[in-house]
């Protein structure tokens, strides 16, 4: 017979909860805060439906459309925390991730995936922004203007990280394969969010915030959980928005 794990109970003092946490890092801290919408994200029905390759075209254009723009703030994120990094060593891989990634995903992913689904020119460029989408660009340029490391760790760090959850729930085979359902739309999507590289981005993010958490006074702690709750609500909100609900 094995003994059930023991849950940590969460606490709103990070210190507090440390003492007895399993995992005592400072980004387990906030996503464990964050739940039960983490968890709704990473196992959120649209996102489901991607990695069977089963959302509909409209529903892909939709969404990817939203999507666009919120990586057009996104991007600016980035440059904002190249400014804002406290090192030489944490600025580089925002430029790396900025110059390889976000412009490869942005200039080739985005527009053969919305040309394919027969989006327009002006969705492509300035689309009518959805109320969730116009939100998140919000709270984007808010940490973006702020030059706060930390909030704008907070941020980018539950945009990647939640994207990681989902897509390493896809299964073999991916969609998009010959004689099963989805397209390249699907499975690039899944594979842009997933493997190695993605994986240590990840942990980069989060090692960032576990360097720097700690250390911070608790009203700057609980100052950085709201932001990173915030950005889970906006995610939640996002696919409910994609998925027509
Ligand atoms: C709502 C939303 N949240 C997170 C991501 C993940 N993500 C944000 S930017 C980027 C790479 C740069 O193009 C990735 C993978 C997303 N796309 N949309």
């Not at 689309?127 to 919000?138: K, N, Q, S």
């Not at 709270?139 to 909030?151: F, N, V």
Request: hydrophobic share 45%; with cysteine; aromatic share 12%.
């Amino acid at each position: 017979m094995s003994a059930e794990p023991r849950q940590t109970p969460w606490s709103d003092s990070y210190d507090g909860w440390r003492a007895d946490a399993a995992d005592p890092a400072f980004s387990e801290w906030l996503r464990s805060g964050s739940e039960p919408e983490w968890t709704a994200v990473v196992t959120h029905p649209f996102a489901a439906s991607i990695t069977r390759g089963l959302t509909s075209e409209e529903a892909m254009r939709r969404y990817l459309v939203q999507d666009f723009q919120f990586v057009d703030s996104f991007t600016a994120l980035l440059g904002a925390a190249v400014a804002a990094a406290d090192n030489f060593e944490s600025r580089v891989p925002f430029g790396r991730f900025l110059g390889e990634t976000a412009t490869t995903e942005e200039k080739t992913y985005f527009h053969r995936a919305l040309a394919a689904l027969g989006a327009s020119e002006a969705e492509l460029t300035a689309p009518p922004l959805e109320p969730v989408t116009a939100d998140f660009r919000a709270l984007m340029d808010e940490a973006r203007r702020s030059l706060d490391y930390p909030a704008i760790l907070a941020v980018l760090c539950v945009a990647e990280w939640s994207y990681l959850g989902w897509a390493s729930l896809a299964e073999e085979p991916l969609p998009g394969g010959p004689g099963g359902p989805g397209s390249f739309v699907h499975r690039e999507w899944i594979e842009l969010h997933e493997g190695p590289a993605f994986r240590a981005w990840v942990a980069f993010l989060r090692g960032e915030l576990d360097r720097l958490g700690p250390a911070l006074p608790a009203r700057e702690q609980a100052r950085v959980l709201d932001v990173f709750r915030r950005a889970v609500r906006l995610e939640l909100r996002f696919f409910d928005m994609a998925a027509g609900s």
